[in-house]
Protein backbone atom coordinates (compact mmCIF):
# COMPACT_ATOMS: atom_id res chain seq x y z
CA UNK A 1 0.00 0.00 0.00
CA UNK A 2 1.42 3.69 -0.82
CA UNK A 3 1.75 5.91 1.89
CA UNK A 4 1.21 9.75 0.96
CA UNK A 5 2.84 12.52 2.11
CA UNK A 6 -0.91 14.34 2.77
CA UNK A 7 -4.04 12.65 2.35
CA UNK A 8 -5.47 11.30 -0.73
CA UNK A 9 -8.60 13.29 -2.12
CA UNK A 10 -12.05 11.46 -2.63
CA UNK A 11 -11.65 9.92 -6.42
CA UNK A 12 -14.43 12.11 -7.88
CA UNK A 13 -17.56 10.14 -9.47
CA UNK A 14 -20.86 10.10 -11.05
CA UNK A 15 -24.02 8.53 -9.90
CA UNK A 16 -25.55 5.61 -11.72
CA UNK A 17 -29.46 5.87 -12.26
CA UNK A 18 -31.12 2.91 -10.05
CA UNK A 19 -27.74 1.90 -8.66
CA UNK A 20 -26.03 2.28 -5.15
CA UNK A 21 -22.46 1.64 -7.10
CA UNK A 22 -20.64 4.69 -8.79
CA UNK A 23 -19.33 5.50 -11.61
CA UNK A 24 -15.56 7.22 -11.05
CA UNK A 25 -14.27 9.80 -12.96
CA UNK A 26 -10.21 9.86 -14.19
CA UNK A 27 -10.94 13.16 -16.89
CA UNK A 28 -13.56 15.69 -18.20
CA UNK A 29 -13.29 16.40 -21.52
CA UNK A 30 -15.60 19.22 -23.53
CA UNK A 31 -15.99 19.06 -27.25
CA UNK A 32 -16.38 23.14 -28.53
CA UNK A 33 -19.07 23.97 -31.19
CA UNK A 34 -20.05 20.64 -32.65
CA UNK A 35 -23.80 22.07 -33.36
CA UNK A 36 -23.62 23.99 -36.58
CA UNK A 37 -26.27 26.65 -34.96
CA UNK A 38 -24.39 27.52 -31.95
CA UNK A 39 -21.17 27.52 -33.71
CA UNK A 40 -22.79 30.62 -35.77
CA UNK A 41 -24.05 32.34 -32.74
CA UNK A 42 -20.62 32.14 -31.25
CA UNK A 43 -19.63 33.94 -34.23
CA UNK A 44 -17.69 30.09 -36.50
CA UNK A 45 -18.20 28.69 -39.45
CA UNK A 46 -19.60 25.30 -38.38
CA UNK A 47 -18.36 23.42 -41.54
CA UNK A 48 -16.86 20.77 -40.58
CA UNK A 49 -13.12 21.78 -39.50
CA UNK A 50 -11.90 19.66 -37.01
CA UNK A 51 -13.43 19.78 -33.36
CA UNK A 52 -11.32 21.37 -30.85
CA UNK A 53 -11.64 20.30 -27.00
CA UNK A 54 -10.84 21.97 -23.60
CA UNK A 55 -10.62 20.06 -19.97
CA UNK A 56 -12.87 20.57 -16.62
CA UNK A 57 -11.61 19.17 -13.90
CA UNK A 58 -13.23 15.42 -12.56
CA UNK A 59 -14.08 17.70 -9.63
CA UNK A 60 -16.42 19.67 -11.64
CA UNK A 61 -19.22 17.40 -12.32
CA UNK A 62 -22.18 17.59 -9.55
CA UNK A 63 -25.29 16.80 -9.71
CA UNK A 64 -27.62 18.27 -11.91
CA UNK A 65 -30.24 18.39 -9.21
CA UNK A 66 -31.30 20.67 -5.93
CA UNK A 67 -28.98 23.73 -5.75
CA UNK A 68 -25.90 24.65 -7.49
CA UNK A 69 -23.87 27.46 -6.73
CA UNK A 70 -23.11 30.53 -8.71
CA UNK A 71 -19.45 31.03 -9.02
CA UNK A 72 -17.33 33.58 -8.00
CA UNK A 73 -15.38 36.14 -10.58
CA UNK A 74 -17.74 36.48 -13.17
CA UNK A 75 -21.45 38.64 -13.74
CA UNK A 76 -21.78 36.93 -16.81
CA UNK A 77 -22.54 32.57 -16.32
CA UNK A 78 -23.76 31.05 -19.31
CA UNK A 79 -25.41 27.19 -19.40
CA UNK A 80 -24.69 24.61 -22.13
CA UNK A 81 -26.94 21.76 -22.17
CA UNK A 82 -24.70 18.82 -23.35
CA UNK A 83 -25.01 15.07 -24.47
CA UNK A 84 -22.36 13.31 -21.96
CA UNK A 85 -20.52 10.31 -22.70
CA UNK A 86 -18.97 7.71 -20.20
CA UNK A 87 -15.77 5.94 -21.06
CA UNK A 88 -15.82 2.50 -19.82
CA UNK A 89 -12.85 0.75 -22.48
CA UNK A 90 -9.61 3.10 -22.71
CA UNK A 91 -7.92 2.88 -25.83
CA UNK A 92 -5.57 4.84 -28.34
CA UNK A 93 -6.17 5.84 -32.05
CA UNK A 94 -9.65 4.43 -31.60
CA UNK A 95 -11.19 3.78 -35.01
CA UNK A 96 -14.47 5.40 -35.89
CA UNK A 97 -15.74 1.74 -36.02
CA UNK A 98 -14.51 0.68 -33.11
CA UNK A 99 -15.81 3.80 -30.58
CA UNK A 100 -18.69 2.63 -29.47
CA UNK A 101 -17.54 -0.60 -27.93
CA UNK A 102 -15.23 2.05 -25.49
CA UNK A 103 -18.78 3.41 -24.55
CA UNK A 104 -19.99 2.38 -20.79
CA UNK A 105 -22.88 4.72 -20.89
CA UNK A 106 -24.62 8.43 -21.51
CA UNK A 107 -25.79 11.13 -19.73
CA UNK A 108 -27.21 14.96 -19.80
CA UNK A 109 -25.50 17.57 -18.25
CA UNK A 110 -24.77 21.36 -18.53
CA UNK A 111 -21.50 22.62 -19.28
CA UNK A 112 -21.13 26.09 -17.42
CA UNK A 113 -19.31 29.16 -18.42
CA UNK A 114 -18.10 32.39 -17.27
CA UNK A 115 -18.42 33.70 -20.35
CA UNK A 116 -17.20 37.52 -19.04
CA UNK A 117 -13.80 36.16 -18.16
CA UNK A 118 -13.87 33.74 -21.78
CA UNK A 119 -13.90 36.75 -23.54
CA UNK A 120 -11.29 38.54 -21.65
CA UNK A 121 -9.22 35.56 -22.04
CA UNK A 122 -9.70 35.60 -25.91
CA UNK A 123 -9.48 39.21 -26.06
CA UNK A 124 -5.76 39.08 -24.23
CA UNK A 125 -4.60 35.29 -25.88
CA UNK A 126 -4.53 33.36 -23.23
CA UNK A 127 -5.95 30.67 -21.90
CA UNK A 128 -9.50 30.44 -20.87
CA UNK A 129 -9.02 27.55 -18.17
CA UNK A 130 -11.09 29.41 -15.48
CA UNK A 131 -13.82 30.18 -17.42
CA UNK A 132 -14.75 26.90 -17.52
CA UNK A 133 -13.12 24.79 -15.12
CA UNK A 134 -14.22 26.01 -12.21
CA UNK A 135 -15.85 24.22 -9.12
CA UNK A 136 -19.47 22.60 -9.99
CA UNK A 137 -18.96 23.99 -13.28
CA UNK A 138 -21.11 20.62 -14.82
CA UNK A 139 -24.13 19.94 -12.77
CA UNK A 140 -24.78 16.19 -14.17
CA UNK A 141 -27.69 13.77 -14.39
CA UNK A 142 -26.78 10.20 -13.21
CA UNK A 143 -25.32 7.92 -15.75
CA UNK A 144 -27.60 5.60 -17.95
CA UNK A 145 -25.64 2.41 -18.63
CA UNK A 146 -25.88 1.26 -22.58
CA UNK A 147 -27.78 -1.73 -22.08
CA UNK A 148 -30.87 0.74 -21.10
CA UNK A 149 -29.98 3.67 -23.55
CA UNK A 150 -28.38 2.00 -27.05
CA UNK A 151 -26.23 4.29 -28.50
CA UNK A 152 -28.21 7.70 -28.96
CA UNK A 153 -28.10 9.35 -32.55
CA UNK A 154 -30.84 11.16 -32.28
CA UNK A 155 -33.19 12.53 -29.91
CA UNK A 156 -34.25 16.07 -28.76
CA UNK A 157 -32.12 17.71 -26.16
CA UNK A 158 -33.48 20.77 -24.72
CA UNK A 159 -32.88 23.61 -21.41
CA UNK A 160 -35.53 25.92 -20.35
CA UNK A 161 -34.96 28.44 -17.38
CA UNK A 162 -38.05 29.40 -15.48
CA UNK A 163 -40.07 27.45 -17.74
CA UNK A 164 -39.05 29.67 -20.62
CA UNK A 165 -37.47 27.13 -23.53
CA UNK A 166 -33.82 28.45 -24.34
CA UNK A 167 -32.26 25.79 -26.37
CA UNK A 168 -34.17 23.46 -28.51
CA UNK A 169 -32.46 20.72 -31.03
CA UNK A 170 -31.70 17.41 -31.75
CA UNK A 171 -28.55 14.91 -31.27
CA UNK A 172 -28.46 14.24 -35.26
CA UNK A 173 -27.74 18.23 -35.77
CA UNK A 174 -24.07 17.56 -34.19
CA UNK A 175 -21.42 17.72 -36.88
CA UNK A 176 -19.36 15.17 -34.90
CA UNK A 177 -21.30 12.28 -33.77
CA UNK A 178 -20.32 10.55 -31.16
CA UNK A 179 -18.09 7.94 -32.49
CA UNK A 180 -16.22 10.39 -34.78
CA UNK A 181 -15.70 12.40 -31.52
CA UNK A 182 -13.72 9.62 -30.05
CA UNK A 183 -11.58 8.80 -32.16
CA UNK A 184 -10.41 12.33 -32.74
CA UNK A 185 -9.83 12.90 -29.28
CA UNK A 186 -8.15 9.46 -29.05
CA UNK A 187 -5.59 10.39 -31.57
CA UNK A 188 -4.69 13.43 -29.15
CA UNK A 189 -4.82 11.25 -25.57
CA UNK A 190 -5.37 7.59 -24.75
CA UNK A 191 -8.93 7.91 -23.33
CA UNK A 192 -9.13 5.44 -19.95
CA UNK A 193 -11.98 4.34 -17.75
CA UNK A 194 -13.66 6.85 -16.08
CA UNK A 195 -13.70 9.73 -18.98
CA UNK A 196 -16.27 11.76 -19.70
CA UNK A 197 -17.06 13.46 -22.72
CA UNK A 198 -19.15 16.49 -23.22
CA UNK A 199 -20.02 16.47 -26.41
CA UNK A 200 -21.51 19.87 -27.74
CA UNK A 201 -24.54 21.77 -26.94
CA UNK A 202 -27.38 23.20 -29.48
CA UNK A 203 -27.61 27.16 -30.21
CA UNK A 204 -29.49 29.09 -27.88
CA UNK A 205 -26.67 29.52 -25.13
CA UNK A 206 -27.47 32.71 -22.72
CA UNK A 207 -27.14 33.88 -19.08
CA UNK A 208 -28.37 32.55 -15.75
CA UNK A 209 -28.53 34.45 -12.55
CA UNK A 210 -28.96 33.48 -9.41
CA UNK A 211 -32.45 32.06 -7.77
CA UNK A 212 -33.04 30.67 -11.57
CA UNK A 213 -34.49 27.38 -11.91
CA UNK A 214 -33.00 25.56 -14.81
CA UNK A 215 -34.55 22.14 -16.37
CA UNK A 216 -33.56 20.10 -19.58
CA UNK A 217 -32.97 17.15 -21.06
CA UNK A 218 -32.50 14.83 -23.61
CA UNK A 219 -34.87 12.03 -25.21
CA UNK A 220 -35.09 8.56 -22.93
CA UNK A 221 -31.72 9.55 -21.32
CA UNK A 222 -32.99 11.80 -19.23
CA UNK A 223 -34.22 15.00 -17.55
CA UNK A 224 -32.80 17.53 -14.46
CA UNK A 225 -33.48 20.63 -12.84
CA UNK A 226 -31.43 22.86 -10.47
CA UNK A 227 -31.54 25.89 -9.00
CA UNK A 228 -28.75 28.70 -9.35
CA UNK A 229 -27.80 30.26 -5.78
Not at 96 to 101: G, N, R, T, V
Request: charged share 20%; glycine share 10%; with cysteine.
Amino acid sequence: MTDYVINPPAIASLAVEDQQARFPLRRVYCVGRNYADHAREMGHNPDREPPFFFSKPADAVVPADGDVPYPSLTNELHYEVELVVAIGKGGKDIAPQDALEHVWGYSVGVDLTRRDLQAQAKKAGRPWDLSKGFDASAPTHPLLPVSQTGHPSEGNIWLNVNGEVRQQGNLNEQIWQVPEVISILSQAVELQPGDLIYTGTPAGVGEIKPGDVVTGGIENIGTFSFILV
